[in-house]
């Protein structure tokens, strides 16, 4: 019932885009375990992407980083502690989107992976080398193909 409520909530949202072509600002975060990188999967899209959202009306896009980090995964860190990567601008959805990136090690958040199996359905940590055979948030694949890769490799 939860995740009937949360693919007619995003086919709505997508329907009033499609419309308004709205302009939003967004943050993910890269939670990286040596090379491999964490992935969530909701129930309303057919793609993986990193822990993230909607920044929300006042809120630092750190915090909100943080914010949706902890709320899709369970994981917990200190929003100083994240790497800022830049920002990209991107078309989906009928939407400008202005992505906050940021990045971290999973040894600077506590906790442990945990997801609420009604947006969040899945949540893991696949290989760099894997990616290619995923389905990805397109804006997710350009990302790493503009080179962002793990933290002790240089990002």
Partial sequence: MVRTAYRLASKTFGAW??????????ATVFVWRGDALLLVQTSYHPWQSTP???VER???????AA???????????DPEALSN????????SHMEDHVHVFACQEADTTGTIAFDRREIVGAEFVPLQALSKLELWPPLRTMLG???R????GL
């Fill in 17 to 26: 885009a499609h419309l308004t072509h709205p302009t939003v600002r967004g």
């Fill in 52 to 54: 993230g959202g909607r």
């Fill in 58 to 64: 006042g809120e630092d896009p750190r915090d909100a």
């Fill in 67 to 77: 914010r949706e980090l902890q709320e899709e995964t369970g994981l917990e860190i």
């Fill in 85 to 92: 990567l830049g920002s990209w601008i991107v078309e989906h």
């Fill in 146 to 148: 503009q080179g962002l």
């Fill in 150 to 153: 793990p933290l002790e490799a």
